[in-house]
């Protein structure tokens, strides 16, 4: 009975449940229709959408990384505070996952519960079914994703737990057999996922779980286990669906997203690549981003979270987290802000170190991912950029009003409805050329470089179309040159750099340091890196990232009382605090 009433405790901008109280409800009375399976996959999207676990998406995957600094009102969060520090402890509020664990539960129990209801009732398919169960397996692997990468070794189940006397203390399962376990479960289900949902349901595409969103999901898990064919596999199956996509909206003259592209745009800006066309008009860019975090529902996206896009919609789910974190109407910038690595970097006009110098070009994310006037961050706070280049010796930006925000009751209501995108196609082409630099050889004789040479194209191609696609001429003059990553190490190289400009404040950051840590076997790119990082000092980092173990994070010393199987990352002590006794 209880389980039940955590799995309804959470509602959604226009998926709400209406749900009696903990004490009349009983699991055998509830799972009698499709529209109750409905309702609680409805709950795990807006859980995922939650303000807990919105903001440790960010947190884990973005702000132990050089991204990001300190930023206005600090003080107000001292865990936060202590995150950029680097002086994370087990008693650290972001180290807690029970967000997570509660969505794992949900998808649990539709899939232990979806099957009896499909034999009561007549209307629910066994097709109905076999989405539905597919669709809750890939975002209980997706939750599982975001754990490994953070903690590494997690309890894994897939077990319901609707019983309080369930046993729930399960000691962690290491990391490579939780990947292995998360692969093997979608690839059991890919086949049975939607693969598009009808046009009446335009923001189901991107905001539900899609063959597309389990096979991008696939690609990346495959690239953590260094599995890189099948990476390139999956990669190429997006890739391929999107074209598909592209190319029936071109031919049916959409008025929105990238069917406005020219067949000819698309081939020399973004090497035939279907991605949306961040030039507006004659000089004029910023549509990307726009398309893609503003509107959302762009035809580059894979899956993303929605939210509410009314201003007075204060019951609404809107984007807190980034309201909060990045910056909003009342504040000139959130809690953190683009770091002195990023903003020093933007006003250099040469010898940069993130973006890439072009004489008198100028890459649009310079000003789609930082307002460096205010030295804030833009992407997911303002509701629109416009990049003046008709003259390109003297580019500039405008911003839009950014998102809103109000106290109610004393009570932070942020009007934020940017879309948090959790994989879009450029995204899936970078992961598509990591994995390819990671079959070519080392070493730099005549044979090494014949069968090198044709990998070194493919990925070139690939960073080089997410690439030209911000740069602010109307006519390319110069983009990368292909002769500057003639070896596996300078096109490695590239595609990191190319993910960090592409993906800013995107929550990925880390998790590409961690994931180049893991394959490398030891923390050099991580470590240099973290040393970047404003407010902390370098020579503890140098020593501290010594130790693969502390790239992951500790585990939270509440968890550490209740599972006595838990044994504490060591980079972080024992886990044990004074102030309680161990459970027997």
């Known amino acids: 009975m209880c389980a039940l009433a955590a799995l309804c405790g959470l509602t959604s901008c226009s998926d709400f449940l ?188 991107t905001g539900r779980i899609t063959q597309d969103a389990i096979h991008a999901l696939l690609c990346e898990l495959y690239l953590w286990r260094q599995d890189y064919d099948n990476c390139i596999k999956y990669a190429d199956m997006v890739i391929d669906s999107k074209k598909k996509l592209y190319e029936e909206k ?52 894979v899956f993303e979270l929605l939210f509410d896009k009314s201003s007075a919609g204060n019951t609404m789910l809107g984007n807190s987290a980034a309201g909060a974190f990045y910056g909003n109407a009342s504040v000139l910038k959130g809690l953190v802000g683009p770091s002195t690595a990023v903003t020093e970097d933007i006003a250099k006009t040469s010898s940069r170190t993130i973006f890439a110098d072009r004489n008198k070009m100028v890459d649009a994310r310079l000003y789609e991912n930082v307002n460096s006037s205010a030295e804030a961050i833009c992407k997911f706070v303002h509701q629109g950029v416009l990049i003046n280049a008709t003259q390109s010796t003297n580019v500039s930006a405008s911003y839009s009003t950014k998102y809103g925000h109000a106290k109610i009751s004393n009570v932070d209501h942020y009007y934020n409805s940017s879309s948090w995108v959790i994989y879009r196609l450029s995204d ?39 690439n030209k696609r911000s740069v602010c001429e109307t006519t390319l003059v110069d983009t990368l040159v292909a002769g500057d990553y003639l070896t596996k190490a300078q096109m490695e190289e590239l595609v990191l750099q190319e993910r960090q400009r592409e993906l800013m404040f995107e929550g990925k950051r880390w998790y590409d340091l961690v994931r180049r840590s893991m394959r490398d076997g030891n923390t050099q790119v991580l470590s240099s890196a973290a040393q970047k990082r404003d407010g902390v000092n370098g020579q503890f980092i140098q020593n501290f990232f010594q130790k693969m173990d502390a790239i992951f994070w500790p585990y939270n010393n509440d968890e550490m009382k209740v599972n006595r199987n838990l044994v504490q990352n060591p980079s972080f002590g024992s886990g044990e605090n004074s102030s309680y006794e161990k459970t027997k």
Not at 251 to 269: C, E, M, V
Not at 276 to 298: A, D, H, K, R
Not at 452 to 464: D, I
């Open 250 to 301: 071109r031919n049916q003259n959409s008025s929105s997203g990238y069917g406005q592209s020219s067949q000819s745009t698309l081939n020399s800006r973004m090497n035939g690549y279907p991605l949306v066309n961040s030039l507006m008009s004659s000089g004029y860019f910023g549509n990307t981003y726009t398309e893609v975090f503003v509107q959302g529902n762009s035809q580059e996206t």
């Open 428 to 466: 899936i082409m970078l992961l598509k050329a990591e994995a390819i630099c990671q079959k070519m050889r080392d070493g730099s004789d005549d044979e090494i470089n014949a069968y090198n040479q044709p990998l070194l194209e493919q990925a070139f191609s690939l960073v080089n179309a997410v």
């Open 18 to 205: 209406e749900i009696k109280s903990q004490s009349e409800i009983v699991l055998e009375d509830f799972w009698n229709e499709k529209a109750d399976v409905d309702n609680i996959v409805a709950g795990c999207y807006s859980a995922l959408q939650g303000d807990g676990v919105m903001r440790r998406m960010m947190v884990w995957g973005e702000f132990r990384s050089e991204n990001v600094m300190a930023g206005q009102n600090i003080n107000d969060d001292a865990n936060l505070e202590n995150v950029l520090k680097e002086n994370i402890t087990a008693i650290n509020a972001y180290t807690t996952w029970d967000g997570f664990y509660n969505i794992i539960n949900r998808c649990n129990t539709v899939i232990k519960y979806a099957p009896q209801v499909a034999e009561r009732d007549p209307g629910y398919t066994e097709s109905e079914l076999k989405a539905t169960i597919a669709e809750v397996s890939a975002i209980r692997d997706l939750c599982y994703f975001y754990l490994i990468r953070t903690f590494r070794d997690v309890p894994y189940s897939t077990v319901a737990f609707t019983d309080d006397d369930q046993t729930m203390d399960l000691p962690a399962t290491p990391f490579n057999a939780v990947l292995d376990s998360l692969i093997l479960d979608l690839e059991s289900v890919k086949g049975d996922a939607i693969q598009r949902y009808p046009e009446t349901k335009p923001l189901y595409q």
